[in-house]
């Protein structure tokens, strides 16, 4: 639990401390996800989430919580997406963390409705007080992004496709190897 305190207070400092630039800069943002988890072996999963489109505690990647940052200018964004999930009881804790940085294209950015494409690559961590286990992943995404009247804001509307890679520890698998397809609607929040 020691660990996933500084990991939250890290993670606040770096959001609270990023410099105000120009106009929409830099935006923050959220998902009401369905995803379908397909393994190579075994029965799917379909999850539906707000903010991570998946289950609790599930070993599933798919992050939720998005924050952008425009690289010299609004057609090219780095994005970065995650989440967390806890569970304490008594003396155990478990958890669950998924992270992902990639790279957005905006296409026809001088309209409210705009396309776009994204790719990335991310990782998948599961672990208690004595044992961690991360798996990685990599994905790409298509949607259109409606930019709210104020300026301020835009909805989402994303398709995806994720896939995780296998991670076995002493002949066990931890995570499996598995496609994740997922649709995604959601909003932002533009500095």
Not at 22 to 46: C, K, M, Q, R, V
Request: net charge negative; charged share 15%; hydrophobic share 45%.
């Amino acid at each position: 639990m020691k660990h996933t305190r500084w990991l939250i207070l890290a993670a606040s400092i770096c959001l609270l401390a990023t410099p105000r630039a120009s106009h929409a800069a830099w935006n923050i943002g959220t998902d009401f996800g369905l995803s379908f988890f397909s393994p190579e072996e075994g029965d799917g999963i379909t999850t539906v989430g707000w903010g991570s489109g998946m289950t609790t505690l599930l070993p599933v990647f798919q992050p939720g919580l998005r924050v952008g940052f425009q690289l010299g200018g609004p057609s090219h964004e780095l994005v970065t997406t995650s989440s967390l999930a806890l569970l304490a009881v008594e003396d155990e804790t478990l958890r669950t963390f998924q992270a992902m940085v990639g790279y957005q294209h905006n296409f026809s950015v001088d309209q409210p409705m705009r396309l776009f494409v994204n790719g990335g690559l991310g990782l998948n961590s599961l672990g208690d007080d004595d044992d961690n286990f991360t798996a990685l992943a990599f994905g790409a995404g298509f949607g259109v992004r409606r930019m709210l009247g104020s300026g301020h804001g835009a909805l989402r509307f994303e398709g995806r496709i994720d896939h995780q890679m296998e991670f076995e520890e002493d002949d066990v698998t931890v995570f499996p190897a598995a496609n994740v397809f997922g649709v995604k609607i959601g909003w932002e929040l533009w500095d």
